[in-house]
């Protein structure tokens, strides 16, 4: 038998996931993939480089210190939260426990496209609910789904939006499935879904430490739900998914509140002053609460449109700035994503933008 007669079917089919560009080489300014553009506090480092002396043992296989100070901080229970390897490891484990072949697994579009991947990988396939161009939440449509599981990105990916408490509470008290409220953005928000949690017995809310503690390359996501969910995603989950290093990292992190309240700051501050620059340029740009704008580029007396988006962000690519451009769908094409970096950063990447404009 060839090998490729060998391999699942469903796995020869699905579309693996794209990520951002990850450029080599100097000189990059790099807007595409929602890091924070500042090194991690001191006290990160050096909790790493004491746990670099301790690489000949396993990692605590429950990263059991960080699930506690995860809980205390967020005044819960260490029963009620789950570590992972990135955020993508429980997205992982959640479509492994409640997708597959005989379940309904749905999501918004656009949002993260990672969700269709994991369902096609656990063997489902993926229901889309398409957004309204204002973006507010479909909620009656997504109880009506009947979904098994639902993956829910607030802030929304790419635009940035977040949907209000009362909405999500509306969905959680009707939705019968696994609601999957994804926060990866929430620190940057003025408001989360944490409260949802003492209510509704199948919400589960992930995040991580890749966007707003700035640690992307260390890997480091977490679930707080109930103490059920938490179990079952256990049961399934690599006995060592989290390493010695990054469970170290992250401890230290959490107890750097100070800077990263600083930098989050910092990161609002930029975010709004690169949005009034653009919508003094008369782009249409969404309000966004998480580190990135979500915005179609203008040039002079024509509208927005796909064709704009496209030679901007071919503008950019050439002058080393990297966005993100989703040019598929008619909901994205005349957009660009636009992860907000250091105000420097921001000032070069506007500096450009009217460059363009200038350009016939
Ligand atoms: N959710 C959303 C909405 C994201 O944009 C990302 C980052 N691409 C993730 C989850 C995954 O983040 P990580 O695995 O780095 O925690």
């Known amino acids: ?159 940035g939006v977040r949907f209000p408490l009362e909405q999500l ?38 995040r991580t430490f890749s966007k707003a503690y700035g640690l992307a390359g260390l890997r480091v996501g977490y679930a707080l739900s109930t103490p059920e969910i938490v179990e079952i995603l256990d049961r399934i989950r690599d006995s060592y998914n989290v390493n010695r290093l990054s469970q170290a990292g992250a401890m230290a992190a959490l107890k750097s509140q100070d800077i990263y309240s600083k930098y989050i700051q910092e990161i609002k501050q930029t975010r709004q002053w690169v949005l009034s620059e653009l919508e003094e340029l008369g782009w249409k740009v969404y309000p966004s609460e998480a580190n990135f704008l979500f915005a179609a580029p203008v040039k002079g007396e024509s509208g927005a449109g796909a064709e704009l988006a496209a030679s901007l962000f071919r503008f950019l690519l050439q002058s080393r700035i990297l966005v993100r451009y989703f040019p598929k769908h008619p909901l994205t094409a005349s957009y660009l994503r636009i992860s907000i970096g250091s105000p420097c950063e921001m000032e070069r990447f506007i500096e450009e933008v009217r460059k363009w404009t200038r350009t016939a």
């Not at 009707?174 to 003025?190: K, M, P, R």
């Open 1 to 159: 038998m060839g090998m490729r007669e060998l391999v699942n079917p469903h796995i020869l089919e699905l579309e693996p996931y794209t990520p951002g560009k990850q450029p080599e080489g100097p000189g990059w300014i790099k807007l595409n993939t929602n890091e924070l553009p500042y090194d991690p506090p001191e006290a990160v480092i050096d909790a790493i480089r004491l746990e670099s002396t301790r690489l000949a043992r396993y990692p605590n296989p429950t990263s059991g210190k960080l699930r506690e100070a995860l809980a205390a901080f967020h005044g819960m229970e260490p029963s009620q939260v789950i570590v992972g390897n990135g955020s993508d490891d429980i997205l992982n484990l959640l479509a492994r426990a409640f997708s597959g072949s005989n379940r309904s697994t749905f999501d918004t579009f656009p949002s993260y496209s990672l969700y269709p991947v994991l369902t096609a990988i656990a063997g489902g396939k993926i229901q889309s609910i398409a957004f309204d161009e204002d973006f507010s939440l479909p909620v009656s449509e997504l109880i009506n789904s009947g979904a098994d599981l639902l993956f829910l990105t607030c802030p929304n990916a790419p635009t």
């Open 169 to 206: 509470k509306a969905l959680a008290g009707d939705f019968s499935g696994v609601l999957v409220i994804d926060e990866a953005y929430a620190e940057f928000a003025e408001g989360n879904a944490i409260p949802l949690l003492e209510e509704y017995e199948q919400v589960v809310i992930t």
